[in-house]
Protein backbone atom coordinates (compact mmCIF):
# COMPACT_ATOMS: atom_id res chain seq x y z
CA UNK A 1 0.00 0.00 0.00
CA UNK A 2 0.86 3.56 -1.14
CA UNK A 3 1.98 5.73 1.97
CA UNK A 4 -0.93 8.55 1.70
CA UNK A 5 0.76 11.91 2.30
CA UNK A 6 -0.88 14.83 4.83
CA UNK A 7 -0.96 18.20 3.48
CA UNK A 8 -0.07 20.64 5.43
CA UNK A 9 -2.61 22.72 6.33
CA UNK A 10 -1.81 26.32 6.96
CA UNK A 11 -2.00 28.96 9.87
CA UNK A 12 -4.29 31.94 9.51
CA UNK A 13 -1.67 34.86 9.41
CA UNK A 14 -1.05 36.64 12.40
CA UNK A 15 0.77 40.01 10.71
CA UNK A 16 -2.68 40.62 8.29
CA UNK A 17 -3.59 44.23 8.55
CA UNK A 18 -6.18 45.27 10.62
CA UNK A 19 -8.37 48.33 8.82
CA UNK A 20 -7.33 51.38 10.30
CA UNK A 21 -8.89 54.62 10.06
CA UNK A 22 -6.34 55.94 7.84
CA UNK A 23 -7.39 53.05 5.91
CA UNK A 24 -11.03 53.58 5.55
CA UNK A 25 -10.36 57.02 4.46
CA UNK A 26 -8.27 56.34 1.63
CA UNK A 27 -10.23 53.78 0.38
CA UNK A 28 -13.50 56.10 0.76
CA UNK A 29 -11.17 58.48 -1.41
CA UNK A 30 -10.80 55.61 -4.05
CA UNK A 31 -13.85 54.75 -4.31
CA UNK A 32 -15.23 58.91 -4.69
CA UNK A 33 -12.31 59.01 -7.59
CA UNK A 34 -13.69 55.89 -9.07
CA UNK A 35 -17.12 56.55 -9.30
CA UNK A 36 -16.16 60.13 -10.59
CA UNK A 37 -14.72 58.77 -13.36
CA UNK A 38 -17.23 55.64 -13.77
CA UNK A 39 -20.29 58.89 -13.82
CA UNK A 40 -18.23 61.45 -16.45
CA UNK A 41 -18.07 58.08 -18.78
CA UNK A 42 -21.50 57.18 -18.56
CA UNK A 43 -22.82 61.14 -19.18
CA UNK A 44 -20.12 60.91 -22.20
CA UNK A 45 -21.84 57.46 -23.40
CA UNK A 46 -25.33 59.02 -22.74
CA UNK A 47 -24.43 62.22 -25.06
CA UNK A 48 -23.01 60.21 -27.25
CA UNK A 49 -26.50 57.72 -27.78
CA UNK A 50 -28.34 61.24 -28.04
CA UNK A 51 -26.32 63.02 -30.27
CA UNK A 52 -26.47 59.45 -32.70
CA UNK A 53 -30.60 59.42 -32.30
CA UNK A 54 -30.74 62.71 -33.30
CA UNK A 55 -28.62 62.33 -36.36
CA UNK A 56 -30.80 58.93 -37.22
CA UNK A 57 -34.15 60.90 -36.95
CA UNK A 58 -32.82 63.77 -39.15
CA UNK A 59 -31.99 61.12 -41.47
CA UNK A 60 -34.87 59.58 -41.40
CA UNK A 61 -37.13 62.92 -41.62
CA UNK A 62 -35.19 64.00 -44.84
CA UNK A 63 -35.91 60.46 -46.22
CA UNK A 64 -39.59 60.47 -45.63
CA UNK A 65 -39.38 63.57 -47.30
CA UNK A 66 -37.68 63.10 -49.70
CA UNK A 67 -39.87 59.97 -50.77
CA UNK A 68 -43.26 62.28 -50.12
CA UNK A 69 -41.64 64.92 -52.62
CA UNK A 70 -41.14 62.00 -55.18
CA UNK A 71 -44.53 60.19 -54.66
CA UNK A 72 -46.15 63.90 -55.36
CA UNK A 73 -44.03 64.82 -58.05
CA UNK A 74 -44.95 61.66 -59.54
CA UNK A 75 -48.60 62.11 -58.41
CA UNK A 76 -48.57 65.63 -60.69
CA UNK A 77 -47.28 64.14 -63.62
CA UNK A 78 -50.29 61.85 -63.75
CA UNK A 79 -52.72 64.24 -62.62
CA UNK A 80 -51.70 67.43 -64.66
CA UNK A 81 -52.22 65.91 -68.26
CA UNK A 82 -55.88 64.50 -66.62
CA UNK A 83 -57.13 67.57 -65.39
CA UNK A 84 -56.07 69.44 -69.04
CA UNK A 85 -58.50 67.28 -70.57
CA UNK A 86 -60.68 67.77 -68.57
CA UNK A 87 -60.80 70.99 -68.23
CA UNK A 88 -60.84 71.26 -72.53
CA UNK A 89 -63.55 68.85 -72.37
CA UNK A 90 -65.74 71.35 -69.86
CA UNK A 91 -64.89 74.56 -71.76
CA UNK A 92 -66.14 72.57 -75.14
CA UNK A 93 -69.16 71.93 -73.76
CA UNK A 94 -69.69 75.19 -72.32
CA UNK A 95 -68.86 76.97 -75.45
CA UNK A 96 -72.53 76.41 -77.92
CA UNK A 97 -74.13 78.23 -73.71
CA UNK A 98 -71.66 80.88 -73.46
CA UNK A 99 -72.28 81.90 -77.40
CA UNK A 100 -76.30 81.72 -76.85
CA UNK A 101 -75.95 83.47 -73.74
CA UNK A 102 -73.73 86.48 -75.66
CA UNK A 103 -70.89 86.20 -73.31
CA UNK A 104 -67.04 86.67 -73.70
CA UNK A 105 -64.80 83.80 -73.60
CA UNK A 106 -61.84 85.06 -70.94
CA UNK A 107 -58.72 84.03 -72.44
CA UNK A 108 -56.56 81.29 -70.55
CA UNK A 109 -54.23 82.65 -67.88
CA UNK A 110 -50.39 81.62 -68.90
CA UNK A 111 -48.67 82.98 -66.14
CA UNK A 112 -48.83 85.66 -63.56
CA UNK A 113 -46.84 88.59 -64.69
CA UNK A 114 -44.56 90.09 -61.54
CA UNK A 115 -46.14 93.38 -59.86
CA UNK A 116 -44.80 96.63 -61.51
CA UNK A 117 -43.10 98.27 -58.45
CA UNK A 118 -44.81 101.42 -57.71
CA UNK A 119 -43.08 104.60 -57.08
CA UNK A 120 -42.20 106.10 -53.36
CA UNK A 121 -43.66 109.46 -52.40
CA UNK A 122 -41.28 111.24 -51.01
CA UNK A 123 -42.38 113.40 -47.78
CA UNK A 124 -41.14 116.33 -46.55
CA UNK A 125 -40.64 116.89 -42.89
CA UNK A 126 -43.22 118.60 -41.51
CA UNK A 127 -42.84 122.53 -40.14
CA UNK A 128 -43.88 122.75 -36.82
CA UNK A 129 -46.77 125.51 -36.28
CA UNK A 130 -45.76 128.90 -34.67
CA UNK A 131 -47.12 128.73 -31.45
CA UNK A 132 -50.02 130.96 -30.50
CA UNK A 133 -50.09 132.84 -26.96
CA UNK A 134 -54.11 131.74 -25.67
CA UNK A 135 -55.98 134.71 -24.66
CA UNK A 136 -57.33 134.70 -20.89
CA UNK A 137 -60.70 134.66 -20.16
CA UNK A 138 -61.97 137.75 -19.19
Sequence with gaps: MAAIKKKATRKPQ???LDPTPRHLWL???????AARRESKAAVLRAAGKVEAAVA??????????TELR???DGV?????PKVACISNEVEARLA???AKLGLKRKPARKT????????TARRTSRKPVK????????
Design 96 to 98: PIV
Design 112 to 119: RKPAAKKA
Design 14 to 16: SNA
Design 27 to 33: ASLGALV
Design 70 to 72: SGI
Design 76 to 80: RDQVA
Design 56 to 65: DARKAVRRAE
Design 131 to 138: RVAKKAAR
